[in-house]
Each structure stands twice: as C-alpha cells, then as structure tokens.
C-alpha cells in the first residue's frame, strides 16, 4: 500500500459550503476524496502546458457566435491548417445564435496551444476550453 501524506487545507466559508453541496450531491462519502479528485483534474489540466514537445490527446470545447461575419469560415480555415492535430469534430446547437464545437485533437502540446490560441482569439468565439488528458 503507498503511503499517504496529511495535508491542512483552507478555505473561505462560501466556497467550502459550495465545494460540501456539490459532493454530497455527488455522492462522495469524504471531502479527502473529493479533493484528491480536483487536485487530480487540476494536476491534468496545467501538466501539459510544461511538456511542449510531447504527444498529448484531448478536446477542446469551444462555444461562439455563428452569426458573427466571417467566424465560420475562419474557424474551418484554422481548422484545416492544423488538420493533421484533429481527429474528429462534433457540431450542436445551443440556441438562435450559439453553437458548442468539440474538437479532438492529437498532436504535440505546443501545436494544440497554437491551435487553442488562434481559435481562442477570433471575433465571436465565446468560450474555449481546453482539456488534455495525461495519465
């Protein structure tokens, strides 16, 4: 069995109060737990920023505006340019005007943070978010 190390974590009362809801609404049984699993996520979110030449495999989740002129067009301009990155894409309708793209992508860090940046920065793209999973 490896070895476990105690830790003394603080919190402001507000967000230990959401943090409680939102487990006990999840089903954990302890906050160790639930907090092993965040630190976990967080470790997995921030790793692959360091490791620029390695291979990684995620999605990138992007929300925008399809009624801004020109967007479409640019966002299928950028994607074909780093083409050899994405493995497959998924289009949904949100609403009258937004749309949620998920894109899967494989490739060096470096160029999925080149991809993100440029996705990230066009006119009428809302929200991107990106996801690698290193384990």
């Not at 990155?85 to 009258?96: F, K, P």
């Not at 894109?103 to 991809?115: D, F, M, N, P, R």
């Amino acid at each position: 069995m490896s070895k476990v190390t105690r830790i003394g974590v603080t919190f402001p009362p507000e967000l230990l109060k959401d943090f409680d809801e939102v487990i006990s609404k999840m089903g954990y049984e302890s906050r160790s737990k639930a907090i092993q699993d965040a630190v976990r996520l967080y470790v997995s979110e921030r790793k692959w920023l360091k490791e620029e030449n390695t291979t990684q495999t995620g999605i990138l989740l992007m929300v925008y505006d399809h009624e801004v002129k020109g967007l479409e067009s640019e966002l299928t301009e950028t994607q074909h340019h780093h083409s050899s990155l994405i493995s497959s894409t998924m289009h949904i309708h949100l609403g009258e005007r937004d749309c949620l793209e998920a894109i899967a992508v494989k490739g060096k860090a470096s160029e999925i943070h080149e991809l993100s940046d440029e996705l990230t920065t066009r006119r009428g793209v809302k929200i991107l978010k990106t996801m690698i999973v290193t384990v």
